[in-house]
């Protein structure tokens, strides 16, 4: 094993899929640590990638006789660039149904692929998603184990395998580089866009205004062009994994809340990279702090259902008259309700967004109101409203 591999959240319920179904595929962001998860712990299976131009013609060409020639189990990486062989996949399946953990194939383009697995290979295929590292992941590569140092550490470094393994490399150039493959090969192949350096504007624009609810027509005003632009574009960010849209909670409470969604990156990193945000002092006292401590919370919330395989089941909720709560997580038919704060300091103030919303709508079935924040202390700050750290927090998630 690479002695610098890093064990992922993901592992046991992937282990455990591997037996239930013939074929799993794991999409995620370029970079993620896809490829090397599965040659890590599926070491024995065959491993081919159709990254390598000549295996894609191979494949391309006559995808039947490429599959019968493919010693099985087999790793395919890359599977999006020839998705003319998941026809066949499906048909190398139903000749031998009861077997399982036959094919492991990897994506980073979810934009077509995701469907074209769900036509293709329904009922045949577990969906996977692979973000970069998570909290638990990443500490013990930071030499410590504080939830604020971990906080920063994403922020100025980033939460990319390689990034984080090796801090010989530069944040700079390696999100530099990271930026232009992504828009070069991943978004050209997902959409004719027009301009490369007014989309990398429009990735600027976002993560300036990271954990706010998404206003489509304000984008499209700054950037000069129009709306459906921007849909599209949004479109194609939320399919490459690095961006994450939490849906408005609204089920039942009337015409009073916001329905609009608002935005967040899967990587702090990258945030703080379009952002110029390259030093602590910056990152704290500047007027990214809150926003960056909120997206790193929801990041990590989705990062914790994707690794047991299921859909983040997670929503916001703001009134049109200003009263908000950051996070709502339905768990066992009822809600938890969350506010996420940067201070280390927790004060009764905290809890009164929660304890408003609760007043403005008695019949909403909540259970209790946490608030999340880097402190270490867990005390109650009104009825059954709690401070509770980071760690419990995910802990909880995970249960």
């Not at 006559?62 to 890359?78: A, H, N, R, S």
């Not at 993560?207 to 950037?223: G, P």
């Not at 009764?348 to 270490?376: C, D, H, R, Y």
Request: glycine letters at 4%.
């Amino acid at each position: 094993m690479n002695e610098k591999y890093i064990h992922r959240d993901i592992e046991p319920i992937l282990i455990k899929s591997v037996k239930q179904f013939p074929a799993i595929a794991i999409t995620g962001p370029r970079q993620s640590g896809k490829s090397t998860l599965l040659q890590t712990i599926f070491s024995s299976f065959q491993y081919i990638t159709f990254d390598d131009p000549l295996i894609r013609e191979q494949a391309i060409s006559d995808p039947k006789k490429f599959l019968d020639d493919l010693k099985e189990p087999v790793i395919i990486d890359e599977i999006q660039y020839v998705p003319e062989i998941l026809s066949y996949l499906k048909i190398a399946i139903d000749q031998k149904r009861s077997q399982k953990g036959r094919f492991l194939l990897t994506g980073s383009q979810q934009f077509n692929l995701i469907k074209n697995l769900g036509d293709s290979l329904a009922g045949r295929i577990g969906l996977f998603t692979l973000l970069p590292f998570n909290k638990h992941e990443k500490q013990t590569l930071v030499n410590s184990k504080k939830a604020s140092q971990i906080f920063i550490d994403a922020c100025l470094r980033g939460s990319y395998p390689e990034i984080s393994v090796d801090h010989s490399i530069d944040f700079e150039t390696w999100y530099g580089s990271y930026l232009q493959t992504y828009l070069e090969r991943d978004v050209r192949a997902i959409s004719e866009i027009g301009s490369l350096r007014e989309f990398q504007r429009f990735m600027q624009l976002l993560a300036s205004r990271c954990s706010q609810v998404l206003n489509m027509n304000t984008l499209a005003s700054d950037l000069g062009v129009a709306v459906n632009t921007i849909k599209k574009w949004i479109s194609i960010l939320e399919a490459s994994n690095l961006i994450f849209l939490l849906n408005p909670y609204y089920s039942n409470l009337g015409k009073r809340i916001t329905k609009t969604p608002k935005l967040y990156f899967l990587d702090c990193g990258l945030v703080c990279y379009l952002t110029g945000i390259r030093d602590k002092q910056h990152l704290l006292n500047g007027p990214m702090a809150g926003p960056l401590f909120e997206n790193y919370t929801i990041s990590e919330t989705v990062k914790a259902f994707y690794n047991q395989g299921r859909i983040p089941n997670i929503f916001y909720l703001r009134t049109h008259s200003g009263l908000e709560v950051d996070l709502i997580i339905e768990k066992n038919l009822k809600l938890y309700l969350f506010e996420i704060k940067l201070n280390q300091t927790p004060t009764m103030a905290m809890s009164l967004p929660i304890q408003k919303v609760v007043e403005n709508f008695p019949n909403l079935p909540w259970e209790t109101g946490w608030i999340l924040s880097l402190s270490n202390e867990k005390n109650t700050l009104y009825n059954n409203i709690t401070v509770q750290p980071l760690d419990d927090y995910l802990k909880w998630l995970a249960e």
